[in-house]
């Protein structure tokens, strides 16, 4: 394994981050300042490490975009660049995007993730529906997050959306969903992951600029996409359900009112007395290796469900809401810049590389909601 790049540094705390960072609290919630410049330096280090680590390593000389890693660090590292007035992007950032698009450009060229031939069948369709649906989404933000520069679709992030909707099923028990990778390993690839999957799509289009959700075109696929989601809404895991919460808020016509105050309802009751969430109470999950879950709270749980929670702007959660900054600001790793959240799976070793791979997640979660919250 290739440790992240030596030009990413040790770095001080200084007074200007304290200062931009005690502005992302709740009104009326005094909470301690986190740090963003220790985040970033977190993120991009365990990016940089993605790309350049071989196992995931892809051909045309492009990487797995992965649901842990890759993903939430091209969500969030735009909000930490505003935070932290960064003229430029970040390296990995650059490198990251750079094989988004390389990979959306020669979509017909491009291996899947997962071969049949190497991994077995249906792994073919189910990393093609996979990769379909994190390009659009990490290209349709990444224009999302210039704000009123954007009034259109890039080339590439229409390309994205073009390589989507022809994957999208039209009959069946998927029907207006992706096929979805599944090695059994939660809570993103796993048999019920094709929901978190179309949430995502959702989520993508809801983000798009230029009013990309109105357009003739997709309204076909729109309609089967709110349908699948809409009718399993009431019967999906709390982790999936908090994700098409969140997608909501994007995208009109996903939830009726009822349907999204329950799972606010269900979010709110987890919430644990610090005012952290954790992720191992929102499924029903066992470890391969039968150890027990950690149902202390974490950074991933109490970063979705503080996010989900602000945009969706329902009456009566404000309370949770700011216990839940609260949480987030006061338990950020200081010696790492990270927020801590462990594998559903199996037991990992909590320093190892694998072994960060949820608090990837969590960091960026925890960066999403604090800085949402402006």
């Not at 899947?112 to 659009?136: C, I």
């Not at 289009?205 to 309204?219: F, H, L, N, W």
């Not at 995208?251 to 009726?256: E, K, Q, R, S, Y």
């Not at 979705?304 to 600001?329: D, H, R």
Request: glycine share 6%; aromatic share 8%; with cysteine.
């Amino acid at each position: 394994m290739k440790s992240a790049i030596a030009g990413i540094v040790t770095f001080a705390v200084g007074i200007g981050a304290s200062l931009v960072a005690a502005r992302f609290t709740h009104a009326g919630a005094p909470s301690p300042s986190w740090n963003p410049r220790a985040a970033a330096a977190y993120l991009d280090g365990r990016a940089d490490w993605w790309l350049h680590w071989p196992s995931a390593a892809r051909d045309h000389d492009t990487s797995c975009i992965s649901c842990h890693t890759a993903v939430p660090y091209a969500l969030a590292r735009p909000a930490l660049r505003t935070v932290l007035r960064e003229r430029d992007w970040a390296a990995p950032e650059r490198l990251l995007l750079a094989n988004v698009v390389t990979r959306v450009r020669r979509w017909r060229d491009v291996e899947p993730f997962y071969p049949d031939q190497t991994r077995g069948l249906p792994k073919t369709s189910e990393s093609r529906g996979t990769e379909a649906v994190l390009n659009a989404l990490i290209l349709a933000t990444r224009e999302a997050s210039k704000g009123a520069l954007t009034l259109t679709l890039t080339d590439d992030a229409r390309q994205a959306f073009d390589n989507l909707w022809p994957l999208q099923f039209t009959a069946g028990d998927l029907r207006g969903a992706w096929a979805w990778l599944d090695f059994h390993n939660a809570p993103w690839e796993s048999s019920d992951s094709p929901y978190y999957g179309a949430a995502l799509a959702a989520l993508a289009v809801g983000s798009a600029p230029g009013d990309y959700a109105s357009r003739p075109e997709i309204q076909d696929h729109l309609k089967l996409l709110r349908e699948y989601l809409g009718h399993r809404a009431d019967t999906e895991s709390l982790f999936n359900r908090l994700t098409v919460l969140w997608a909501s808020t994007k995208l009109p016509g996903l939830l009726t009112p009822a349907q999204r105050q329950s799972i606010v309802d269900a979010a709110v009751a987890k919430q644990q007395d610090d005012g952290g969430w954790s992720l191992s109470a929102l499924g029903s999950w066992k470890r391969a290796d039968a150890t027990a879950q950690d149902a202390a709270g974490d950074g991933y749980a109490t970063g979705l469900i503080t996010l989900a929670l602000q945009q969706s702007g329902t009456s009566g959660t404000e309370a949770s809401v700011s216990k839940g900054l609260s949480w987030l600001a006061r338990h950020q790793d200081a010696a790492s810049g990270r927020w801590v959240a462990s594998s559903l799976n199996k037991h990992r070793d909590a320093a190892s590389d694998t072994g960060k791979f949820m608090s990837d997640a969590a960091t960026a979660y925890a960066v999403l909601a604090l800085t949402s919250a402006r």
